[in-house]
């Protein structure tokens, strides 16, 4: 059996998804055995700000909250790894892109160390991660990457996308990766 490919989902993404695909977390798909994970820092992000909890009252429901219990394994190594590397990271994204947060920076320094993609939609982000080699897809990718495994459906993902229409929530260039990747046009 081959080992889990972990894909770690930053916070942004998981608010986007975690309601429509319950449980998101902890489930394996595909042959490549794909795991989604978030790092234990989403819930303090989620605790500091009073418009996320606004927003995304759900999040503390013990079924969601069971759900993101579970965080990767890192080895003593990798954590020394992660606070070697974090300041670089921290550094670059301070000078280039003042607005991102340490805990966005904190997930692309896992993904960096660990050698696994991270799922965002932050266009800081994904500027910094090409920066440093880091693994990225969107939600919109990783929602392609799960139909392709047969984790979902095409339903399921015309669904979400017309939920994110209504809230008026869409990732950047929504309506040209949405056709690139799913040969159609958004749903409205």
């Not at 889990?4 to 986007?16: A, C, G, K, P, T």
């Not at 489930?27 to 055995?33: I, M, Q, T, V």
């Not at 932050?122 to 991660?129: P, R």
Request: charged share 30%; glycine share 4%.
């Amino acid at each position: 059996m081959p080992p889990q490919s972990e894909i770690l989902v930053d916070s942004n993404s998981y608010f986007r998804l975690a309601q429509s695909i319950h449980p998101l977390l902890k489930r394996e798909f595909g042959k490549a055995r794909y795991c989604l994970y978030v790092t234990k820092e989403l819930q303090e992000e989620y605790d500091r700000s009073p418009r996320l909890k606004n927003s995304f009252h759900w999040v503390n429901s013990p079924e969601y909250k069971e759900n993101r219990s579970g965080h990767l394994n890192i080895s003593r190594k990798q954590s020394r790894d992660i606070e070697y590397t974090y300041p670089f990271i921290l550094g670059f994204a301070r000078s280039a892109f003042p607005g991102v947060s340490r805990i966005d920076v904190r997930g692309l320094t896992y993904a960096k160390v660990l050698g696994i993609a991270i799922v965002t939609d932050d266009g800081d982000m994904l500027e910094i991660a090409k920066a440093f080699s880091i693994r990225t897809l969107t939600t919109l990718e990783l929602l392609k990457l799960m139909l392709d495994c047969k984790h979902i459906d095409i339903s399921k993902v015309r669904e979400i996308a017309s939920y994110w229409e209504y809230l008026n929530d869409k990732p950047k260039l929504f309506e040209q990766q949405y056709r690139k990747l799913f040969n159609e046009a958004p749903p409205k």
